[in-house]
């Protein structure tokens, strides 16, 4: 059982910046990936970046590459998403997620574990 917990996120202003944390323990096997979704009401959960626990291989949707940046602190046990450029559309709430597979997953009905949520409000 892998538990996680987020911390971060907040109301910024368009163009601003954020960085959300998530910390893992519990038995985190090493052929695994990290990952943040989020959820804006009325809509689905969506994939928004994925990391590997080892090999450091990474993973973007379409909507945040190149403004996004998923990292991880593998002695920390703790993987972040740096936010940069927001906009008003990258507003919902972020989970991270863990998977036990040795392979990026993008639908969140596969992830295992679940960190608790945190809003990200983005004002125009």
């Known amino acids: 059982q892998v538990q996680l917990v987020q911390s971060g996120g907040g109301l910024v202003q368009a163009g601003d910046s954020l960085r959300l944390s998530c910390a893992a323990s519990g038995r985190i096997f090493s052929r695994s990936y990290m990952a943040w979704f989020r959820q804006a009401p009325g809509k689905d959960r969506r994939f928004v970046a994925a990391?590997?626990?080892?090999?450091?291989?990474?993973h973007y949707s379409d909507s945040v590459k190149g403004r996004f940046t998923i990292s991880r602190d593998n002695a920390e046990n703790t993987v972040y998403l740096q936010m940069d450029s927001l906009k008003p559309e990258d507003t919902a709430i972020y989970y991270c997620?863990?998977?036990?597979?040795?392979?990026?997953?993008?639908?969140?009905?596969?992830?295992?574990?679940w960190g608790q949520g945190t809003q990200v409000t983005v004002s125009s």
């Open positions: 990391i590997s626990w080892t090999g450091g291989a990474t």
């Open positions: 997620a863990w998977i036990n597979s040795p392979r990026v997953a993008y639908h969140f009905s596969l992830y295992n574990s």
